[in-house]
């Protein structure tokens, strides 16, 4: 129902800056709110950042308030992640996802490596 590609991973340094994109598609996308989470290694997946379907209504994981952005293009069916002054501990696969309902993500991404170097 909503089809989610990640993209903008890769090695980054420390203390620089990430963009990620997730380009959703399907019939129920303008429907749907979007998360973004991150897996990092040895650790259970958490919860970054999501944007509700208008673009208006944002929430951020209070480990990352203030260095993460989630911004919504509803005309391109896109939405970005943006995390400033990288940590280490930032290193981890990231996943968009979308559900209907608050706390709800039932449409998953492949997701997308970061890893941040020193």
């Known amino acids: 129902q909503v089809q989610l590609v990640e993209s903008g991973g890769g090695l980054v340094q420390a203390g620089g800056s990430l963009r990620l994109s997730c380009a959703v598609s399907?019939?129920?996308?303008?429907?749907?709110?979007i998360g973004w989470f991150r897996r990092a290694p040895g650790k259970e997946r958490e919860f970054v950042a999501s944007i509700g379907r208008s673009g208006v209504v944002t929430s951020y994981a209070t480990s990352l308030k203030g260095r993460a952005t989630i911004s919504r293009d509803n005309t391109k069916n896109t939405v970005v992640l943006e995390i400033v002054t990288l940590k280490l501990e930032d290193t981890a696969v990231y996943y968009c996802?979308?559900?209907?309902?608050?706390?709800?993500?039932?449409?998953w991404g492949q997701g997308t490596q970061v890893t941040v170097s020193s």
């Open positions: 399907g019939p129920l996308v303008s429907r749907s709110n």
């Open positions: 996802a979308a559900g209907l309902f608050t706390g709800n993500w039932p449409y």
